[in-house]
């Protein structure tokens, strides 16, 4: 069983930047770990994907050159650094893990979910 809890959402102003972590904890951090959001009235959405190692990465269109995910695993962390936000980044955001040596980008591929943290984007 793995345990993820999300931190660092909250409210910005178009243009800015957030930066969110999630930290896990309760078994070794030997998963694949993806970002995903989710606006009201909409599915869950594929942000980011990192692979254990960090050597792999994949992005949705809607948020490369933006958006750069990366993690730390002596801290058992992945990061999702989001600049240049703009009010259609506003959703819950939610971190999860998959199996290593997955590299899924549906929600269906991902066994752990955090709780998600709330980013909300002001025009």
């Known amino acids: 069983q793995v345990q993820l809890v999300e931190s660092g959402g909250g409210l910005v102003q178009a243009g800015g930047s957030l930066r969110l972590s999630c930290a896990a904890s309760g078994r070794t951090f030997t998963y694949t770990m993806g970002w995903f959001r989710q606006a009201p009235g909409k599915e869950r959405q594929f942000v980011a994907v990192?692979?254990?190692?960090?050597?792999?990465?994949s992005y949705a269109d809607s948020v490369k050159g933006r958006f750069t995910i990366f993690r730390d695993n002596a801290k058992s962390t992945v990061y999702l650094q989001m600049n240049s936000l703009q009010p259609e980044d506003t959703a819950v955001y939610y971190c999860a893990a998959a199996s290593i040596g997955q590299f899924p980008i549906s929600p269906g591929g991902y066994t752990y979910w955090g709780q998600g943290t709330q980013v909300t984007v002001s025009s």
């Open positions: 990192i692979s254990w190692g960090g050597g792999t990465i």
